[in-house]
Structures are given as structure tokens and as C-alpha cells.
């Protein structure tokens, strides 16, 4: 296997053995890294491939919200890899999907709680022992930029996240800290876009057809390039976020949508 710049590095992904994370996993394990992938389902985690890199992988279950079990956690990667150099911080929770009158305060709380104080107990733990060159990556949206209806509490959370970006890569910058975020918009094909639009179009929201097929179809002529984007797109991006070839970027959403990626600041 030829040299890579992430060989030998420590890499931190959560919600690791999810639609993201599992991809990246297998990415950055076959250029030589050391990953470590955090997720809440134990059982999700026992399934996740590592054959070939045992040495290489660390499976931890963890709850971004728990913050002594995040410090755990961390603890238990600088043991066996050492301080992380590269943090993708992709837990997340969708919630539900239906009209701003009729949403749940408590599920509201949920996403707020993993998507948004999550996170940053994540970022918080990772980053007091990043040395100067690390990168962090967090993972936004499209809907915390065009605030998509029937998802007030998702749009919201990722709206955060896009700010707690900004905010934390200025407070990073002087100690050699890259933060930066990546907004998935249309990804798939796939059980999880499928089903994203079957709860658009049973949401009875006026923006959406009834329809889970149409609603498909009308989203993907919504995009430029008349295409979904795909999960490896995404990796693609956070892969560049990593790299040297990305040294001068901080501050900035990615947005990766049906081909087409922008950087916004």
C-alpha cells in the first residue's frame, strides 16, 4: 500500500457505523489510518468491517450526550493510538417529520441534544489534546441553510452546527486547529433517502407532494446537476477537509449536493 498523508494518523469518527461513518471507516482504514468509530449501537458496531485492519480499529460504544462517557472514550483512543489528529464529528438525529403545530417538544429536545450539545461535548474532549495541524470536521446540512418544512427541529440543530463551526474555528485557528463543516443535501440512492421520502410526502405539508415518487422527482429537479449526490462524495469532501490541500480552509460549510460543492463562509 502506497504512503498516504493519513497513514499512522488517529482519526475520531462518531456515529461511526452509520450511512456516513461506515464508509469512512473503510476509506481512511485502507490509506493507513488509525480510526476509531464511536456510535451508540453496540450492535451496529459489531457488524462494522474491520477485517484486515484489526490492528487499526477501534469500535467504542458511546453516547456523544453522556460527557463522562465521551471523556472515556477519548481516554481510551489516546491509549491505544494516541491524541487524535482528526475528528469527524457525524452523530446525528434526523427526528421527526411533520408540521411545526404538531412536533413533539420532547423529540424538539432529543435532536437538539444530540446534534447540537453533542457534538460539542465531542469537540470539546477531542480538541483539548489535538496537536497544531489537526482537523475537525462537522457534519451540517442543506436543511440548516434552506430550512426545509416539516423538519423545524433537524433545520434548527444543523443551523447550530453551521454556527458552531464558525464560531469554534476562530477560537481553534490559534493553536493550529482546523474546524470545518459538510452539508449532505440529496444523498442516495438508498433505504435511507427512500424512506426520508415516503415521510415527506406523508407529512401533509403543502410543500410536498402525496406522493413519495413525485416528491423524489421534484426534489431532484430542484438540484442543478439533476442528480443525487452519493455517500462517497461526502467522504470525499471530509477527506479534503483532512488533507494539507485544505491547510488554508477553516471556517467554512461544505455544501455536497448532486455533484455540485460549494464553499461557504
Not at 408540521?99 to 413533539?104: D, K, N, Q, V
Not at 453551521?162 to 442516495?188: F, H, Q, Y
Amino acid at each position: 500500500m502506497p504512503t498516504t498523508q493519513l497513514e499512522h494518523k488517529v482519526i475520531v469518527i462518531t456515529g461511526g457505523a452509520g450511512y456516513f461513518g461506515s464508509s469512512a471507516v473503510k476509506r481512511f482504514l485502507g490509506l493507513g489510518a488509525n480510526v476509531a468509530a464511536l456510535d451508540v449501537s453496540e450492535d451496529a458496531l459489531a457488524s462494522l468491517d474491520g477485517e484486515g485492519f484489526e490492528g487499526q480499529l477501534l469500535k467504542i460504544v458511546c453516547n456523544v450526550t453522556n460527557a463522562d462517557g465521551v471523556t472515556a472514550a477519548v481516554n481510551q483512543i489516546v491509549e491505544k493510538f494516541g491524541p487524535p489528529d482528526y475528528l469527524w464529528n457525524n452523530a446525528g438525529y434526523q427526528g421527526a417529520i411533520c408540521p411545526t403545530l404538531e412536533y413533539s417538544i420532547t423529540d424538539f429536545s432529543r435532536v437538539m441534544n444530540i446534534n447540537v450539545t453533542g457534538m460539542f461535548i465531542v469537540l470539546q474532549a477531542c480538541a483539548k489534546l489535538m496537536p497544531s495541524g489537526s482537523s475537525i470536521v462537522n457534519t451540517a446540512s442543506v436543511a440548516g441553510i434552506k430550512c426545509t418544512p416539516a423538519m423545524v427541529a433537524y433545520s434548527a440543530s444543523k443551523a447550530a452546527v453551521i454556527a458552531m463551526t464558525s464560531c469554534t474555528a476562530k477560537d481553534l485557528a490559534p493553536k493550529g486547529i482546523r474546524v470545518n463543516a459538510v452539508s449532505p443535501a440529496l444523498i442516495g440512492p438508498g433505504m435511507m433517502w427512500d424512506r426520508q421520502n415516503e415521510l415527506h410526502a406523508a407529512c401533509d405539508s403543502p410543500y410536498f407532494a402525496n406522493d413519495a415518487e413525485k416528491v423524489a422527482k421534484n426534489k431532484v429537479n430542484g438540484v442543478p446537476m439533476k442528480r443525487l449526490g452519493s455517500v462517497e462524495e461526502v467522504v470525499d469532501m471530509v477527506e479534503f477537509l483532512f488533507s494539507d490541500k485544505a491547510s488554508y480552509v477553516t471556517g467554512t460549510n461544505m455544501v455536497v449536493d448532486g455533484g455540485m460543492s460549494s464553499g461557504l463562509r
